[in-house]
T-cell receptor
């Protein structure tokens, strides 16, 4: 099976712009989670989507949003980019078993976003 | 809110020596615990997880971890490390009932020297 893919792998934007990142989960997986990784704050949970519905949300401002499509592919959007949004954005997919409470999450390689 | 503390930011060790990477989490009713490894410029790979049952969990690449509820710890161990184990290791916890929302520790960089 192909792993989790994320596009693009690298992205450079300027302050004030918006950006959309894409994640294709492992075939058959129904849950997609997004994480932000920075040197200062570490790995932080953004949100999780399961069957096109947001199931969990982290403590990020409303500029960060996401969605999931019927084929389980997910996108996250960041509007009005700030310098502090520079980070590695990781997507993880899991099968989405009953309740999803014990899923193993498989991570993609990430999208490196640089905001200038 | 759940939190995870990885007590060492860097651990240098010689090849073939044993290693222990420490992880403590804030107490909760019941949690799931995970260790992930991240190699440079890559995503995270699951090493092992504790869901319930036996407190000694065996994972990939010869790693194991022991869940200690009374000390709220989940330390990772390997009896003999290799150069290829050089990477950053993350401990993570999720509260039962919160799906796949993982809370990560700050990470421990394991440097294996020859």
């Amino acid at each position: 099976k192909a792993g989790v893919t994320q596009t693009p792998r690298y992205l450079i934007k300027t302050r004030g712009q918006q950006v959309t990142l894409s994640c294709s989960p492992i075939s058959g997986h129904r849950s997609v989670s997004w994480y932000q990784q920075t040197p200062g704050q570490g790995l932080q949970f953004l949100f999780e989507y399961f069957s096109e519905t947001q199931r969990n949300k982290g403590n990020f401002p409303g500029r960060f949003s996401g969605r999931q499509f019927s084929n389980s592919r997910s996108e996250m959007n960041v509007s009005t980019l700030e310098l502090g949004d520079s980070a590695l954005y990781l997507c993880a997919s899991s099968a989405g078993l009953a309740g999803g409470w014990a899923d193993t999450q498989y991570f993609g390689p990430g999208t490196r976003l640089t905001v200038l | 809110a759940q939190s995870v503390t990885q007590l060492d930011s860097q651990v240098p060790v010689f090849e073939e020596a044993p290693v222990e990477l420490r992880c403590n989490y804030s107490s909760s009713v019941s949690v799931y615990l995970f260790w992930y490894v991240q190699y440079p410029n890559q995503g995270l790979q699951l090493l092992l997880k504790y869901l319930s049952g036996s407190t000694l969990v065996k994972g990939i690449n010869g790693f194991e971890a022991e869940f200690n509820k009374s000390q709220t710890s989940f330390h990772l161990r390997k009896p003999s490390v290799h150069i290829s184990d050089t990477a950053e290791y993350f401990c993570a916890v999720s509260d039962r009932g919160y799906g796949n929302k993982l809370v990560f520790g700050a990470g421990t960089i394991l440097r294996v020297k020859s």
